[in-house]
């Protein structure tokens, strides 16, 4: 990085005060034009795509974490010569942005559906106006040397062609189809949504014990029905069949006879089916096809039909009979109090199972067939996996590959609608004359098929994730082919955190590899989560384990912010934050300050900072042997991407050789011009080689 044209006799105050001099640099480097980078066929490109963080969001340690180590990356490499470009972007976030103006219309007593569609989104774009530039901003107080003049968003032109472009061909090849499948649905965002956006945690439940009597009466040898065990009783108004192991001899006999449900007294079929497990409740399986994924599966296998007894907020429909409009939680305790009424509960146990959560909202998850779009990955996912194993990709640290493969392996279809209004509208028109379908990447005039004009949009927008899966390229123009995309792509590094690694970089993987036929990047480098000093994973949602990063830049300085987030971590290794290290980085970077207020004082002007042709003091060599080493361990260590070994051997040489035994051993009536060069070249040295990581008190 160029210094600031100053005077090496220009006094400098006795403590570092980030305050006063972060935002002035800041400016200067950005006017300055230090961080555009540019096609330059005489220098090799370093590329690092920002993973966009959300439009509703405001930096947290995790942005904040990503910052300082892609920054580093960057400026690191810019200081060796490459073409270095650090490319910024923010995601339209869909599900997290529409709820945030939502919420704000239900303050007004009003909803988007009062308003319509047309009047929300215009509302969305006014909020993003108002508020989509604040993390930008944020980031810039960190000192994120991003090549700004090359901000994107998801919804710009370029990436939303690059979305377009990408359906049409997906759909032409057959990968993207329409289907009734079971998924994920949230109550509270009206949405469904992918397996990835679903968080399952084990919570304390209960097994019911319910009996469906014989349609035909009791057996000869006097059971009355079939007892069946379930932990969601409520969705027993969907059932379709009870399922037991054709090997079950507790059943012999029974399958093809049929029971009758609790309360509506709809008949249905008892099937024999191998997936059923002879250990698990009764033996005898409720089969809800329209509300369960195995079941969905094992309805495919025997052609029963499927009944949907959810409202799409969470309350039970019409299929229920007199608990319809109930909401399905406390329908489930109602109906509970009648199943003990009408003698059909045999029994309730404690049972500890694994409950889906969305990860937007919290709320329980209810799976729901209905027709979405889907993506078929498994021809993609070939050409994934291939990329990581053949080393076209490499993923640090390493052990991820095997979980990277795992989940290539057992990959599901991918459900891309939302039933949202926020985002990239699927580019699908249905024409009300024909029913032909029309999948475009510009908006038709009419039907591809008869030519009518009568044709509708599908209501539906992409999942976040598709936009986003094309992140590395459509930043760079794709789907033309310019300049940038010859030159700044494939990305040399993509920087984040493990716990995305299915739902960012698998996918960013998936979609590249098979729409440009390239990888997107040559290495994935994931860092860990940041934790409190007892290992708590921080959320801003606790103020017990919550630190501000902007708080902590006001109080610490960027630098040692920045400095915290690299130091004790590694590749794919959790960090714990505190306020006693933050102090101590910011001491640090005092410590910085310091060293070359004594050395602008001691040294006079003019002073080479280059080394000396000879060195003869003894001292001094062992100074310059020592930092020779030093930054080849930097060197060797950063290849690996373990910036924290970095930070150790730069803060314990610059700490204790340099300062507390070269300088004080500097400190002496007469000077030679050799002890003013090697003291001028080293510290310029040291420096230089800190300036990626604390880039403000460096520079």
Not at 194 to 220: M, N, Q, T
Not at 233 to 253: I, K, Q, S
């Amino acid at each position: 990085m160029t210094t600031t044209p100053s005077s090496p006799r220009e006094p400098l105050s006795k403590v570092y005060e980030a305050p006063a001099v972060e935002e002035r640099l800041y400016r200067w480097w950005e006017e300055s034009g230090f961080f555009r980078a540019k096609v330059n066929p005489d220098r090799k490109p370093f590329t690092i795509i920002m993973p966009p963080p959300n439009v509703t969001g405001q930096l947290h340690l995790g942005h904040a974490m990503t910052a300082a180590i892609e920054d580093a990356l960057t400026r690191y490499h810019r200081m060796k010569g490459f073409e270095a470009l650090w490319l910024p972007g923010t995601d339209h976030a869909g599900i997290a942005t529409q709820m945030v103006v939502e919420r704000e219309l239900a303050k007004e007593g009003s909803s988007r559906h009062d308003i319509g569609r047309e009047a929300f989104i215009k509302r969305v774009w006014e909020w993003v106006g108002t508020y989509g530039g604040i993390i930008e901003d944020q980031l810039r107080r960190l000192g994120a040397s991003c090549d700004w003049s090359r901000k994107t968003f998801t919804l710009d032109e370029g990436p939303s062609l690059a979305v377009r472009t990408t359906f049409k061909r997906l759909y032409d090849k057959g990968l993207i189809y329409r289907g009734e499948r079971i998924t994920n649905w949230c109550v509270t965002c009206r949405t469904a949504l992918s397996d990835l956006e679903v968080d399952h945690a084990e919570e304390p439940g209960a097994l019911y014990k319910i009996c469906y009597a014989f349609e035909d009466g009791p057996l000869p040898d006097g059971r009355t029905g079939l007892v069946v065990a379930t932990t969601r009783p409520e969705t027993l108004f969907g059932d379709t069949a009870v399922a037991v192991h054709p090997d079950d001899p507790r059943y012999a006999g029974l399958v093809g006879k049929r029971v009758l449900l609790p309360v509506t007294g709809r008949s249905i079929p008892v099937i024999a089916d191998e997936a059923v497990a002879l250990d698990f409740g009764t033996g005898a399986l409720k089969i809800t096809p329209g509300h369960d994924p195995n079941d969905f599966e094992t309805g495919e296998r025997h052609h029963l039909p499927i009944v949907n007894i959810l409202n799409p907020d969470g309350t039970l429909n019409e299929q229920a009979g007199p608990f319809a409009g109930q909401e399905r939680l406390a329908a489930r305790v109602a109906l509970v109090a009648r199943l003990e009424a009408d003698g059909l509960l045999e029994g309730v146990t404690e049972h500890p199972h694994s409950v889906g959560h969305c990860q937007r909202s919290g709320d329980i998850v209810e799976p729901i067939v209905s027709a979405q779009w889907f993506v078929a990955v498994s021809p993609l996912a070939e050409r994934a996996l291939a990329a990581v194993r053949d080393g076209r990709t490499r993923i640090v640290p390493e052990r991820f590959e095997k979980v990277y493969a795992n989940w290539m392996e057992n990959i599901r279809d991918w459900c891309i609608s939302r039933q949202l209004w926020w985002g990239h509208r699927i580019p699908v028109w249905y024409c009300a004359d024909c029913d032909h379908v029309t999948v475009s990447i510009e908006d038709p005039a009419g039907c591809e098929g008869c030519g009518s004009a009568y044709i509708t949009q599908d209501e539906d927008v992409l999942d976040t994730w598709f936009s986003s899966g094309l992140w590395p390229h459509s930043t760079l123009g794709w789907p033309a082919q310019t300049a940038d995309l010859d030159y700044f792509y494939p990305s040399t590094v993509m920087e984040t955190g493990y716990d995305i690694l299915f739902f960012w970089v698998a996918r960013m993987i998936l979609m590249t590899t098979y729409m440009i036929g390239e990888v997107p990047f040559q290495t994935v480098y994931l860092h860990g989560l940041v934790r409190t000093r007892d290992g708590r994973k921080m959320s801003k949602s606790d103020p017990t384990t919550a630190i501000d990063p902007l708080e902590s830049i006001a109080d610490y300085g960027a630098d040692a912010l920045r400095l915290a987030l690299i130091l004790g971590t590694g590749p794919g290794q959790d960090l714990r934050l505190y306020p006693e290290k933050l102090e101590a980085c910011r001491r640090f970077a005092n410590k910085i300050w310091n060293a070359g207020r004594y050395i602008l004082m001691t040294i006079p002007p003019g002073t080479p900072i280059t080394p000396p042709q000879e060195v003869r003091s003894e001292l001094a060599q062992w100074l310059l042997h020592g930092l020779d080493q030093t930054v080849r361990n930097v060197q060797g260590s950063l290849s690996a991407y373990r910036l924290s070994e970095v930070i150790d051997a730069l803060r314990g040489f610059f700490w204790g050789e340099f300062c507390d035994w070269y300088l004080e051993m500097d400190k002496k009536p007469e000077r030679s011009p050799e002890d003013n060069q090697v003291l001028a070249y080293a510290y310029t040295t040291l420096l230089k080689v800190l300036h990626p990581y604390v880039p403000f008190v460096t520079e």
